[in-house]
Nanobody, 115 residues
Framework: QVQLVESGGGLVQPGGSLRLSCAAS????????MAWYRQAPGKQRELVAT???????NYVDSVKGRFTISRDNAKNMVSLQMNSLKPDDTAVYYC?????????WGQGTQVTVSS
């Protein structure tokens, strides 16, 4: 059974940091492209960051310089380090995996940035 299990969400003040982790199982993680998405209330789900199997990364403009996506193939884990957090970063964050022809989603973890 394929599983993507996110952890690390919570409440943080503006300017603070949070690290999200996603533990993957049930598929060949090292051959998969991974990503983080987020969805705020009333908004469409947004692609935040991607990382290829060779660890090339891309970010949406709004998080460039603040967020870092990484992967550890030995641990079947992808992480999202979030620094200098803003209230607009508040959303449910979802782990995503692509292994053609399939896509997999985690259950989501809430990130709230508020003073």
């Amino acid at each position: 059974q394929v599983q993507l299990v996110e952890s690390g969400g919570g409440l943080v003040q503006p300017g603070g940091s949070l690290r999200l982790s996603c533990a993957a199982s049930g598929f060949t993680f090292s051959s998969s492209a991974m990503a983080w998405y987020r969805q705020a209330p009333g908004k469409q789900r947004e692609l935040v960051a991607t990382i290829t199997k060779s660890s090339s990364t891309n970010y949406v403009d709004s998080v460039k310089g603040r967020f870092t996506i990484s992967r550890d193939n030995a641990k079947n884990m992808v992480s999202l380090q979030m620094n200098s957090l803003k209230p607009d970063d508040t959303a449910v964050y979802y782990c995503y995996a692509h292994q053609a022809p399939y896509t997999y989603w985690g259950q989501g973890t809430q990130v709230t940035v508020s003073s």
